[in-house]
């Protein structure tokens, strides 16, 4: 564990954290349940030949952040919404359960909580909703916050995690200050790059510390033992000094 990064003596404002695989473990299934339903959808809405598809979905994934960011990078034609109803819409969210400790968790923290992910907003309301996590954020900037719906018949490139560019738009639509932000992910590139746009970093899902990682936290649930910082002062902040949620130009869940 890197604490360097923590011990500035900065009081953290705003924390910020990646929704799949990261507030509930990848053993879920949803995410492989995701890529066969994103290969489905290559094979019979894009035509693409189904001894390609493998190899060519987690090749895009690698290179351009997201099988869907590099389909459309090839030039492939599609709409963004059917896109995600048919990735998104068949995926098995029953497996997900409510998550009471983390819930009392996040709720306890006296930051401002905001998610970022690449997933449509349908998605990411979906899986708050089924971890009853709905009440513990005050917004999200998912994909619809970064990418004009009305473009999806453009050459313009689709930008998503982990991308400097988004990772920059997102702190400038949070309107947040990276030195005094934690940014939570299960991924190591995106990890890698919320490093570089100057948040603080901690890695979800394992216990072994990734490039541009300040900490690795093995679960959500372990956080208070792994960042006390986060509640340092708590019990002495007075009415005037507890920070207060800022509007964030995103989808806003009530």
Not at 123 to 142: P, T, Y
Not at 166 to 177: F, G, L, Q, S
Request: glycine content about 6%.
């Amino acid at each position: 564990m890197n604490m360097d990064s923590f011990s500035t003596g900065a009081k953290f404002e705003c924390l910020l954290f990646d929704m799949d695989d990261t507030l509930y473990p990848m053993s879920s299934g949803i995410n492989l349940a995701c890529r066969h339903n994103i290969e489905d959808y290559m094979r019979h809405q894009l035509s693409i030949k189904d001894s390609e598809v493998p190899k060519m979905c987690l090749d895009l994934y690698k290179e351009y952040g997201t099988t869907m960011a590099g389909l459309k990078a090839l030039g492939y034609e599609f709409d963004y919404d059917e896109f995600h109803a048919n990735v998104h819409g068949k995926l098995p969210y029953d497996k997900l359960k409510p998550d009471p400790v983390l819930k009392q968790l996040l709720l306890s923290m006296p930051q401002r909580k905001i998610i970022f992910t690449n997933a449509d907003k349908a998605h990411a309301a979906q899986v708050l909703s089924r971890l009853g996590l709905e009440e513990c954020f005050e917004g999200v900037i998912c994909f619809e916050t970064l990418n004009e719906v009305e473009d999806s018949k453009s050459d313009k490139r689709i930008l998503c995690k982990p991308m400097l560019e988004a990772m920059e738009a997102a702190i400038r639509i949070a309107k947040i200050d990276p030195k005094k932000t934690i940014f939570f992910d299960d991924s190591a590139r995106n990890i890698a790059t919320g490093k570089a746009a100057g948040l603080h970093t901690v890695v979800v899902g394992t216990s072994v510390l990734v490039p541009g990682a300040d900490v690795a936290l093995e679960s959500m649930h372990n956080i208070k033992e792994a960042l006390p910082e986060i509640w340092e002062g708590t019990n002495q902040l007075d009415s005037d000094s507890v920070i207060q949620p800022a509007s964030v130009e995103t989808v806003v869940l009530a």
